[in-house]
């Protein structure tokens, strides 16, 4: 049973920065691909970021220079820091996994399995 468990989130002013985690546990970790999406009241579901098992990354547009998505295979867990936060960055944010490890998946419908989210909220 794959089981994620975000934590970090809070609420920071603009410009201030938070550490996303991403505890993944009942699989063998290093052979999954990654990702962590982000959700806002009323919109779509949006990628933020991808890993796959290779440490290839990719970064949607709106989150590039800021935002930096990592791993740690011994500890399991899937990281995303978040720098120069703005009020846009507020949401749901989410981190997913799939068994496809060499890719790198930036479709919300790409992934399996789904954490329940960590509320990141930015006030100007």
């Known amino acids: 049973q794959v089981q994620l468990v975000e934590s970090g989130g809070g609420s920071v002013q603009s410009g201030g920065s938070l550490r996303l985690s991403c505890q993944a546990s009942?699989?063998?970790?290093?052979?999954?691909?990654m990702g962590w999406f982000r959700q806002a009241p009323g919109k779509e579901r949006e990628g933020v970021a991808a890993?796959?098992?290779?440490?290839?990354?990719t970064y949607a547009d709106s989150v590039k220079g800021r935002f930096t998505i990592s791993q740690d295979n011994a500890k399991n867990t899937l990281y995303l820091q978040m720098n120069s936060l703005k009020p846009e960055d507020t949401a749901m944010y989410y981190c997913?996994?799939?068994?496809?490890?060499?890719?790198?998946?930036?479709?919300?419908?790409?992934?399996?399995?789904w954490g329940q989210g960590t509320q990141v909220t930015v006030s100007s």
């Open positions: 997913a996994a799939d068994r496809r490890w060499w890719l790198l998946l930036t479709n919300r419908n790409e992934y399996n399995y």
């Open positions: 009942g699989y063998t970790y290093f052979t999954y691909s």
């Open positions: 890993i796959n098992s290779n440490g290839e990354t």
